[in-house]
């Protein structure tokens, strides 16, 4: 079946929505995926529940930090673009309804040197963009380093050599602004949402699932579990053998000129090495803010969701503008104006789960997106909601199932 055909059966576990329970859904954790299948799940009409420890958006795991690079042919491969496609279309829906500025379209350029490089455990990521782009009719231009500094000033110390994707239809979302604008909307259109909820415990028995919380017992005909890095401590096997934590660092750093970064400034992946560990990925200045956002990836270290650093120190700042921002970006300076800590959670082969519970069929896992999921949280939000209120769903989630990692 091609990537283009829709009702595609996402698992062998289908359970359609029973009547029984106080909920159709009951969604845990209400970040980048909880939130946008809250609200797919009111929009269809479904009774749904949405319960998070916290109160989002908020700073505590993957979904903060001003902005998401977007890309709608993405590196990671074909699978996920029908998502990132779907996202884009959602945000402009909102936009339209609420009036928030969510989606960016400043563009986007993916770049690596000559020969390639890999990236989220993808060979050749520019090439796989490239492809992924003429598959799907994405307007899009390969460049080469000599062009890319020709158009965009703001790179330095380009090679010439470098291969580079540029799609003009890239940019970044705002990730607590489209949290707070589905949640708002979920909440408009009739679900329930209860934060400063802790989930202590999912079971299942004959009527659904029953959700243990801090707050007392949810019933729900079915769940959604969306918590993050959250996940596995929540869940326990397979998940805790299979979901890893990193610590990842964001920082903002004060331009001295911004005149490189016009108005068609895009944002970047950048690839300058040869291992990958050699890059950074970053963001142009938003109007009136002389301010830079760059960061790179740590895959080294496991950490936990409650146990996670949250101070970045000046000394991990100016190794991050030594290693990777000085000489490559113009007018950077090495002062930092803000710095941040977020969380990965990744699977092994750093790709998605979007699966039903092993044992609890009832149960929807959505979890691990891996460092590159906001960008398709809408789309993701859409299906899920599909699922459980179909049994169907019109993008393929099986490139996301459980089983290929277990």
């Not at 500094?149 to 607590?176: M, N």
């Not at 969380?343 to 691990?368: K, N, S």
Request: with cysteine.
């Amino acid at each position: 079946m091609s990537e283009r055909e829709t009702s595609v059966v996402t698992s062998e576990r289908e359970t359609p929505v029973a009547a029984s329970g106080r909920a159709d859904v009951v969604v845990v954790g209400l970040g980048a995926m909880g939130s946008a299948a809250l609200y797919q799940l009111a929009r269809s009409g479904a009774r749904v529940i949405g319960l998070d420890r916290f109160a989002p958006p908020h700073a505590n795991g993957s979904s903060h930090g001003e902005s998401r690079i977007t890309r709608q042919s993405v590196g990671e491969g074909r699978d996920y673009v029908p998502l990132v496609l779907a996202s884009h279309r959602i945000w402009r829906e909102l936009e339209a309804e609420t009036g928030e500025d969510l989606l960016n379209a400043c563009g986007v350029v993916v770049m690596a040197p000559a020969g390639g490089a890999s990236h989220h455990g993808k060979r050749d990521f520019v090439a796989t963009s490239i492809a992924g782009a003429e598959a799907f009719g994405i307007p899009h231009e390969v460049l080469s380093g000599v062009e890319v500094g020709a158009r965009f000033p703001q790179f330095l110390g380009l090679k010439g050599d470098e291969k580079a994707y540029y799609e003009p239809g890239g940019g970044y979302v705002r990730p607590e602004r489209c949290i707070a604008a589905q949640l708002a909307r979920a909440g408009e259109l009739g679900a329930e949402i209860r934060t400063g909820t802790e989930v202590l415990a999912i079971a299942q028995d004959a009527e659904g699932v029953v959700v243990t919380t801090t707050g007392g017992t949810v019933r729900a005909a079915q769940a959604v579990v969306s918590a993050g890095a959250w996940t596995a401590p929540l869940l326990g096997r397979p998940f805790d053998r299979l979901l890893k934590v990193n610590r990842q660092l964001l920082h903002w750093y004060a331009l001295d000129d911004t005149s490189a970064y016009g108005a068609d400034a895009p944002v970047f992946i950048w690839m300058h090495g040869a291992t990958d560990t050699d890059y950074l990925y970053g963001f142009p200045p938003m109007p009136g803010d002389p301010r830079l956002k760059v960061a790179t990836e740590q895959y080294d270290g496991w950490t936990t969701a409650d146990a996670l650093d949250r101070v970045v120190r000046p000394e991990e700042s100016a190794a991050m503008y030594d290693r990777h921002v000085a000489g490559r970006l113009a007018g950077a300076t090495p002062q930092v104006v803000q710095a941040a800590a977020c969380l990965y959670t990744v699977t092994p082969d750093r790709g998605f789960i979007i699966d039903r519970h092993p044992v609890h069929d009832r149960v929807l896992v959505v979890a691990a997106c891996s460092g590159h999921g906001f960008k398709h949280s809408a789309g993701i939000g859409e299906a899920v909601a599909q699922v459980m209120t179909t049994g169907r769903s019109t993008v393929d989630l099986t490139p996301f199932s459980l089983s290929r990692i277990t």
